[in-house]
């Protein structure tokens, strides 16, 4: 089934009849080339590309709930590409390029909407900081223009520009950064991944992976054994527990990220806009919900769920940076688990497993890496080489301490970066 204006108009007069299911639901069959643990963003993505690029269609991504269901159904949706650090820059200004293709790529409305990105700055040597970023940014081919206080104020004029704490010193802007619909990246992957023939098994945990003579050879699942000459582990916050169903111990700790959302509003806030000193970032959704968030709960579990305390410090830096936003309600809160690594990077490697590959450490900046990292997932998969853009971030990093990618500059604590 193609999408068009047109049928999305004839089914609108025709009572929405005719759609169908955007994907099969087919049992596992007993063997793969390629087994995907993790139907996120980063799994389904991966499953695409190894199909459109590779032409690998023997493949299945085994979700143990329901696809979309993880992080890249809960998280706040901020995509782009302002990296500063050789390595991170170059990977997410491909993954940015990709979010640009997407919707034709995979024919889906993924509410992709480039409205800027600006964070501010609140004194000398962050003005600074963000000086060297931007220029590496646009070293990289991607644009960012640092602002003045009054530029900013021209932009957001609500904000509270002279407050006595954190006063406005100006602001980097990201014109082609923004948001897209989170749940709907996952679903135009999962159709595109299905329609060129891969199995998407959901309600599918993976509770053993089987080695022979240093080679992955399987999984066992709770539906049953599957046999694979490849797998791929991408499975966000539980990637320590999945790696150490293969004797693995990973330089990953999960910590709980909350966000929120209000009541429905009239257009008032155009962009995103990330208050970084006070823990706060901001945008406003099509259907006018503001979608906020701050920092990490700060301890690390696997509970999907956040504490009063970071509630009340994510309200606290709201009201210091836009008073205005207190007349508004909240409507809910959520949490997601973030695999976050000691130098705030990820990971897509191989392992010491014949077969047996590696995807995580996305902290808390994930989903704008989805199209990137599947697609240089795919590639290690499928060719047993790095793809260029992807090709610093490697596991042994974190044993030899080479090649560490502290883009924050806050040591090797997980729970900072
Ligand atoms: C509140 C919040 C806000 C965020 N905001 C942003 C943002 O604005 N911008 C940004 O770039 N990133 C953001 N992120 C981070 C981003 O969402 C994640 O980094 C990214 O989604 C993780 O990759 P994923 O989509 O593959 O993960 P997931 O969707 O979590 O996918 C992993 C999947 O693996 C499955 N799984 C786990 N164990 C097993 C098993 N044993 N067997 C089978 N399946 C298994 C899980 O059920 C899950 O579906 C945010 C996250 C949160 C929680």
């Known amino acids: 089934m193609r999408f068009s ?31 995907i643990i993790g139907g996120g963003g980063h799994g389904l993505a991966t499953a695409f590309y190894l199909a459109k690029e590779h032409g690998l269609t023997n493949v299945a991504v085994l979700e143990k709930g329901y696809l979309g269901g993880g992080n890249v159904g809960r998280n706040t949706t901020i995509v782009r590409a302002n990296y500063g650090l050789p390595g991170n ?28 990105i600006l964070n501010l700055c609140h004194s000398d040597g962050q003005r600074d900081a963000f000086a060297r970023r931007g220029n590496a940014m646009r070293n990289q081919g991607d ?11 021209d932009k957001v004029p609500y904000l509270d520009f002279d407050n006595g704490r954190f006063p406005i010193y100006g602001g ?15 679903w135009g992957y999962a159709r ?7 199995d998407l098994i959901q309600n599918c945990e993976v509770a053993g992976i089987d080695i022979e003579a240093g080679r992955v050879t399987g999984v066992q699942t709770t539906r049953g054994e599957i046999r694979a000459k490849k797998v791929g582990i991408v499975v966000a916050g539980r990637s320590g527990q ?6 693995m111990r990973l330089p990953i700790e999960s910590h709980v990220l909350q966000a929120f959302v209000s009541e429905g509003l009239k257009p008032c806030i155009d962009n995103v806009i990330s208050f970084g000193m006070g823990h706060f970032y901001i945008s406003q959704s099509d259907k006018g919900g503001l979608v906020f968030g701050g920092d990490l709960d700060f301890y690390a579990s696997y509970a999907a769920r956040g504490n009063l305390p970071m509630q009340e410090h994510v309200m606290e830096a709201a009201m210091t940076l836009m008073p205005m936003i207190g007349k508004a309600r909240v409507l809910r809160s959520w949490g997601g688990i973030m695999d976050m690594s000691t130098d705030g990077s990820p990971i897509i490697d191989k392992t010491g497993i014949e077969g047996l590959y590696l995807n995580c450490g996305w902290c808390y900046g994930g989903f704008k890496a989805v199209p990137g990292s599947g697609f240089s997932f795919a590639h290690l998969i499928a060719q047993d080489r790095h793809h260029d853009p992807a090709a610093q971030f490697r596991l042994d990093r974190f044993s030899t301490g080479r090649g560490i990618m502290d883009e924050e500059g806050t040591g090797a604590q997980h729970n900072l970066h």
Do not use: C
């Not at 170059?90 to 800027?116: A, C, D, I, P, V």
């Open 172 to 186: 980097l802007w990201h014109a082609r950064g923004g948001t897209a619909r989170h749940d709907a990246v996952a």
């Open 242 to 247: 999945v790696a150490g169903l293969a004797g």
């Open 5 to 35: 204006g047109l049928k999305v108009l004839a089914q609108g007069l025709t009572g929405n009849r005719g759609w169908r299911p955007h994907w099969r639901d087919p049992a596992p069959k007993p063997e793969y080339d390629i087994v």
């Open 89 to 116: 820059s170059e990977f997410y200004s491909h993954s940015l390029k990709l979010w640009e293709g997407m919707e034709q790529e995979l024919n889906f409305n993924t509410m992709m909407s480039q409205r800027g």
């Open 143 to 153: 644009d960012a223009e640092l602002l003045t206080p009054e530029q900013v104020r």
């Open 192 to 198: 595109g991944a299905d329609q060129r023939g891969v």
